[in-house]
């Protein structure tokens, strides 16, 4: 594979102990940091907890967050206020909005998180001067409204524009699904993107070689790399998040 190209899988999660200040366990892995990329990544994750487990409430104040929902059923509580949430669901949450996450039914509930820096925080960790928050735009149609967060099913939608809701440079959020043998295109030019495999197989490939694509493997492609994505013979289908890179050409 072209150097840089960071991929992960669900192999070996850690086990958690009282994650966000809650009992019981959970498991969780990291797919990707933001080491080796040039745009506001903070991480992409994987998370799960039991029957009954909970991601206690917290607040963010430096990153923006992305919750997609892979399997069970919760209560995402924004706010003080719950929603039902299953697979499918996509869940928002800028900065400064309280969340947590429940698991209320009764297999184990999983799903993949993507956390961005917001642009003050960037800034500051380049040591430049951290802009003002930009304008939030209203909300897009079918979008639920709660304070700075959205709740919606990416199923139904198959692509968002997240910016009504962040502040920073995430341009799109996507679930793609691939017939048996069909190619799609991936270029770091300009833009970042992380892979997550839903399900289905195929492989992901560039010049040098390719990668196995099945579920829970993921691949991040940081500026300058390109790759070919061939679905297999089930055909393929992954959620897909692409983050702008301003000023950032092929490297």
């Known amino acids: 594979m ?118 003050h925080t960037a800034a500051v960790l380049r040591g430049a001067e951290p802009p003002g928050r930009a304008p939030r735009p209203p909300t897009q149609r079918g979008e639920e409204d709660v304070t700075n967060a959205v709740v919606l099913n990416l199923r139904q939608t198959y692509e968002v524009n997240p910016r009504g809701v962040f502040t920073g440079p995430l341009r799109s959020i996507r ?7 069909q190619r ?12 997550f495999t839903l399900s289905g197989s195929g492989e992901i490939s560039s010049g040098e070689g390719a990668v196995p694509l099945k579920y829970g493997v993921s691949v991040t492609l940081p500026l300058g790399t390109g790759m070919t994505v061939t679905a297999g013979d089930a055909g393929l289908e992954y959620f897909l998040a692409s983050l702008e890179v301003p000023g950032g050409g092929a490297r």
């Open 2 to 119: 072209r150097e840089g190209v960071i991929i992960g899988d669900l192999e070996d999660p850690s086990v958690v102990h009282g994650v966000h200040g809650t009992t019981g366990l959970s498991q969780w892995k990291c797919l990707a940091r933001r080491a080796g990329l040039f745009g506001t990544w903070e991480a992409v994750e994987w998370a799960w907890i039991p029957p009954g487990g909970v991601s206690g409430e917290h607040v963010h104040t430096r990153t923006e967050e992305i919750y997609f929902i892979l399997s069970g059923r919760g209560e995402m509580t924004l706010d003080g206020k719950p929603h039902p949430v299953g697979p499918g669901s996509l869940i928002l949450t800028g900065l400064g909005t309280k969340h947590g996450l429940r698991n209320v039914g009764d297999v184990g509930l999983g799903w993949l998180v993507i956390e961005l820096l917001s642009p």
């Open 184 to 195: 799609a295109e991936l270029s770091a030019a300009g833009e970042e993107h992380t892979l």
């Open 175 to 181: 679930l793609v699904n691939l017939k048996p043998g």
